[in-house]
Nanobody, 120 residues
Framework: QVQLVESGGGLVQAGGSLRLSCAAS????????MGWYRQAPGKQREMVAE???????HYADSVKGRFTISRDNAKNTVFLQMNSLKPEDSGLYYC??????????????WGQGTQVTVSS
């Protein structure tokens, strides 16, 4: 059994910062974070930041220079540091990870979503 819990969202003024966390627990053989995504009301879910197993990162143009994705493999956690937040960054943020519970069982997981609201 694997649990994935997101935290760190909230209400912040424009220009402020938030740090999102996505922590996995349970019977984990390997933890491979894929990225963070967000969905604003009436819009499709979009990629915000991605990270590869080798540690390479990729960001949406709209967040480059402001957001940083990172991970702590020892704690099975992936983070999203968000600085200089703008009202258009508001939305429901989801983490996406691939977790293996054995050498032959792998599954893609989505977090439950954490709300980020940036006021102007």
């Amino acid at each position: 059994q694997v649990q994935l819990v997101e935290s760190g969202g909230g209400l912040v003024q424009a220009g402020g910062s938030l740090r999102l966390s996505c922590a996995a627990s349970g019977s984990i053989f390997s933890f491979n974070p894929m990225g963070w995504y967000r969905q604003a009301p009436g819009k499709q879910r979009e990629m915000v930041a991605e990270i590869t197993t080798g540690g390479s990162t990729h960001y949406a143009d709209s967040v480059k220079g402001r957001f940083t994705i990172s991970r702590d493999n020892a704690k099975n956690t992936v983070f999203l540091q968000m600085n200089s937040l703008k009202p258009e960054d508001s939305g429901l943020y989801y983490c996406n990870v691939v977790i293996a519970t054995s050498w032959y069982q792998t599954r893609n997981y989505w977090g439950q979503g954490t709300q980020v609201t940036v006021s102007s």
